[in-house]
């Protein structure tokens, strides 16, 4: 019983702890006006990831370094829970990003 009152406040802050770490990542990986505005046509994924800082979030069935069609989102710009960015990429290459509200269709 007193191993399991000393595990429990134990598992508590490593839950804590991760959840914090993961929302502190979320909030840095997101796009801002700047990053959007740095971004060029023909730009590689590793390009793309070096102006936006972070690998983004892959919601299509293949990568961007494939040689098919990908979408690639990110969060914001304005806010990171009710905006997101997606770059679409063409044979590995940037064609075109869309910011657009979460839900919209």
Same mark, same amino acid.
């Given at each position: 019983? =007193?191993?399991?009152?000393?595990?429990?406040?134990?598992?508590?802050?490593?839950?804590?702890?991760?959840?914090?770490?993961?929302?502190?990542? !979320?909030t840095?990986?997101? !796009?801002? !006006?700047?990053?959007? $505005?740095?971004?060029?046509?023909?730009?590689?994924?590793?390009?793309?990831?070096?102006?936006?800082?972070?690998p983004?979030?892959?919601?299509?069935?293949?990568?961007?370094? =494939? $040689?098919?069609?990908?979408?690639?989102?990110?969060?914001?710009?304005?806010?990171? &829970? &009710? =905006?997101?960015?997606?770059?679409? &990429?063409?044979?590995?290459?940037?064609?075109?990003?869309?910011?657009?509200?979460?839900?919209?269709?």
């Open positions: 019983m =007193t191993t399991k009152r000393l595990l429990m406040p134990a598992l508590g802050l490593l839950v804590l702890g991760s959840s914090v770490s993961v929302s502190g990542c !979320a840095t990986c997101s !796009a801002s !006006a700047d990053k959007l $505005a740095a971004l060029r046509r023909g730009m590689t994924y590793d390009e793309t990831v070096q102006v936006m800082r972070c983004g979030t892959v919601v299509t069935a293949r990568g961007p370094s =494939t $040689a098919d069609y990908a979408i690639v989102e990110w969060n914001g710009p304005d806010s990171p &829970f &009710f =905006t997101r960015t997606r770059l679409d &990429f063409l044979d590995g290459k940037l064609l075109s990003y869309t910011t657009e509200r979460r839900g919209a269709l």
